[in-house]
DNA sequence: CCAATGGTGCCAAATAATGTCACCATTTAA
DNA sequence: TTAAATGGTGACATTATTTGGCACCATTGG
């Protein structure tokens, strides 16, 4: 068993057993007490907070909010990431290249370099393999530039929005919505937004906003989670 | 520099070059020839195609879709990993928690063991830091168990769905559409689809869904990626 | 005080990674 | 046909890293 898995067993070990000697660990994972104690270290330069008392009754005990500190990240920026990071190479101006940056800045000052490095060739896989030639992500149009960092500020500070939209009539209307989530239809991007006034979901292509604005101080709830659904060839059916 | 950064270095180097000699790499990575030929044989062991030619103006040459071999994974199959794994800690029938296990399933046999155990890692950082506080998952409603198949296929096979639908007012429509997204908010499930008939998206509250069936071959082009908005409370805006 | 526990330093032993060398096979070009 | 350039393999010594064993210290609870 290598370095990182028995390091690995051991985490899953503290956190399933609440409290375990050194000695206990030692065996569970057949190698010796001082062995243990070196991976322990190495555990916590790594950023895990590992409580410990001598004595009896005493042990090593894996605090929960230690792995927050290691990789403070949301679903959504690990999303952002995946996307952005895949999109960028493609693509010029896309919503939260910032946010992926800044995810990508966080996980590389919190977590240790081979999980980015790990990280990143995963990124690098998903782009490669299939991102490209499935979604043809090159085929994605660019958002105005100028649009974007209003988008990303309501979005990411849950502020309501108003804008002015063109539907397919050509019929001019004015919105104040909820940004609820954005979704790309290759090549043209759209708004999912809850309409406080219609008291229902509408849908809006980006390109047909103009004058954005971000309400200051309207913020909202924002209750969802979006779930992707599935966008390659599927060979066996799950169960 | 770690066996597994100089091998990440030479893949860089095989990308970015497209064609290099093993001497030539040797020396960009700082060591003898026979190590690199070492750390390429390892690669292939991973799963990295990579073609090789002799004599003048021969050298590696990484097959673009060798890293599809490697991890032939969806943005899809990520995110319903992610959430997916996450949520299943905490609620009982939720859709897609079959691709994620065969997601998961994929990656172990096709990724080199510690790259499956750093996923895994991220996964408890995750659920551990995050998304149990900030989206409560637990919350979210039980799909029918009854349904769950039916929309798994739909989803999977891109195949039409045809459904009763309740709607607010309690009137009861027969509806055919190209099911798009699943959206979460918790504790309801709703259906972003594309209603063929009204050339529309349509949001459909999934409890109101009724006698679901796929129809067999109806299948429709997909070409959509779903972007998911931040769940966190942000600090400093990007940019 | 004693026993149980975590923790550190040191060094030898074990294991893994690397370099060196000899050599083979294939391809291209002179 | 030959020579040079390339990928590829095996063997072995060298080097680096990991591990175990030991002595010892500090703290805690009885």
Redesign the pocket.
């Known amino acids: 068993m290598s370095?990182r898995l028995?390091q690995d067993a051991i985490v899953r070990s503290l956190r399933r057993n609440g409290t375990?000697?050194?000695?206990d660990l030692a065996e569970e994972v057949?190698?010796?007490r001082?062995?243990v104690?070196?991976d322990?270290?190495a555990l916590r330069d790594e950023g895990f907070v590992i409580h410990?008392?001598?004595?009896?009754?005493?042990?090593?005990q894996l605090d929960p909010q230690s792995v927050q500190t290691t990789a403070r990240l949301s679903v959504a920026e690990v999303f952002a990431l995946l996307i952005s990071v895949a999109s960028m190479r493609a693509a010029g101006n896309l919503p939260f290249s910032g946010l992926a940056d800044a995810g990508l800045a966080k996980i590389e000052k919190a977590l240790p370099p081979d999980k980015v490095r790990d990280l990143r060739r995963f990124l690098d896989c998903l782009y490669i393999g299939k991102l490209s030639p499935q979604v043809d992500i090159s085929n994605i149009q660019e958002m105005e530039p100028a649009l974007l960092p209003t988008f990303e500020a309501a979005f990411l500070q849950r502020l309501q929005l108003s804008f002015q939209y063109c539907d397919a009539k050509g019929a001019v209307t004015s919105r104040v919505v909820e940004p609820q989530a954005m979704l790309i239809l290759p090549p043209l991007w759209y708004l999912v937004a809850w309409d406080p006034a219609r008291k229902d979901f509408r849908h809006f292509r980006m390109d047909r906003i103009s004058k954005p604005e971000y309400l200051e101080g309207k913020t909202f709830r924002r209750r969802h989670v979006l779930f992707e659904d599935s966008v390659s060839p599927i060979r066996h059916l799950p169960r």
């Open positions: 370095v028995r375990s000697t050194i000695a057949g190698v010796s001082r062995t104690l070196r322990i270290s410990s008392e001598p004595g009896p009754g005493g042990g090593l």
